[in-house]
C-alpha cells in the first residue's frame, strides 16, 4: 500500500473544525486543540510562488490567532519546502513515527473489561479528558472534531475494578483501524491494561472489516514505542512539524 494512502487516512480520522484548500495544500484549523488539526499539509502539487504563499500562509494563521505550523512528511509539495522553511526560522519539533500492522495474527485479548460506544459519549469524553489533562476550553472543541469523522469509529473505555483506566478512539476506513488518543492512567501503566485495550479494539476492527491497522507515536515515547512493537507494529515512515510561534 502507498503510504501516502496512509496519510491521507490520518486526514480523515482526526477532523479539524474547519478547513482551507490552498493551491494543493490543505490548511486545518481547530482552534489550536493539537497539532494535526491546525496545520498546514502540503500534500499535493503546489504551484504558487514557494515564499510568497509561506507568507500568505502566515497571514491566515495569524488572522486566527494560531501559530503557523507545518506537517512534514515525505509527501510534501515542493520536495524542498522542509529545508525552505528551516531557512526561515520554523523550528523542528515532535518527530513522529507512522506504524501499521496486518491483522491477520493479532492476539485475542486476555482481559476484557472494556465498554466500546460507536458515537462519542459524554461519560467516555470526561474519562479521556481525565486521564490526558485536557483543559477545559479544549473539550467541547474536541467533542465536536471528533463527532466530525465520517467513517465507523468506536469509542473504547477499559475498565479495572469499575474504574476506566484506559481509553482510546478507533476509526475505520478502507480495512484500515487507525487508532488514535490511545492513554492509560498515569498510576496504571506498566500493567498490561493498555495492551489489552488495544487488542479488545483491533479485535472490534477485525469484526467491523478492518484488515490492517496503522497508528502515530511520537518518535521520543519509548513506552509507547515499546508497547505498539510488542503488538506487532513496524514502522514505515516519519514525520515532524515546522512550527514558527508568533501570531
Not at 515532535?94 to 506504524?99: A, L, R
Not at 507515536?217 to 512550527?243: D, F, H, M, Q, T
Amino acid at each position: 500500500m502507498d503510504n501516502k494512502f496512509i496519510e491521507e487516512l490520518s486526514l480523515n480520522h482526526w477532523q479539524p473544525l474547519s478547513t482551507l484548500l490552498y493551491d494543493g495544500w490543505v490548511l486545518r484549523f481547530a482552534d489550536g486543540y493539537t497539532k494535526r488539526a491546525n496545520s498546514i499539509n502540503p500534500i499535493h502539487y503546489s504551484t504558487c510562488d514557494l515564499n510568497n504563499k509561506i507568507k500568505e500562509c502566515e497571514k491566515i494563521y495569524s488572522a486566527n490567532r494560531l501559530p503557523t505550523i507545518y506537517k512534514i512528511t515525505p509527501f510534501v509539495q515542493p520536495i524542498h519546502l522542509d529545508k525552505t522553511l528551516e531557512e526561515l526560522g520554523y523550528t523542528l519539533i515532535d518527530t513522529t513515527s507512522v506504524q501499521t500492522l496486518n491483522l491477520d495474527n493479532t492476539s485475542e485479548p486476555k482481559l476484557t473489561s472494556v465498554i466500546i460506544n460507536e458515537d462519542i459519549t459524554s461519560l467516555w469524553l470526561e474519562d479521556f479528558c481525565r486521564l490526558n489533562n485536557v483543559k477545559d476550553k479544549d473539550k467541547s472543541v474536541m467533542e465536536r472534531m471528533l463527532s466530525n469523522i465520517k467513517t465507523k469509529k468506536a469509542f473504547i473505555s477499559f475498565y479495572y475494578q469499575e474504574r476506566v483506566v484506559a481509553c482510546g478512539l478507533g476509526v475505520i476506513e478502507r480495512e484500515y483501524i487507525g487508532l488514535y488518543n490511545i492513554v492509560t492512567e498515569k498510576n496504571y501503566r506498566n500493567r498490561g491494561f493498555g495492551e489489552q485495550m488495544i487488542l479488545n479494539l483491533l479485535k472490534w476492527g477485525k469484526e467491523n472489516g478492518a484488515r490492517y491497522s496503522y497508528l502515530a507515536v511520537v518518535s521520543n515515547n519509548e513506552p509507547a514505542l515499546k508497547l505498539y512493537s510488542k503488538i506487532g507494529y513496524s514502522e514505515i515512515y516519519k514525520y515532524w512539524y515546522r512550527a514558527k510561534d508568533s501570531i
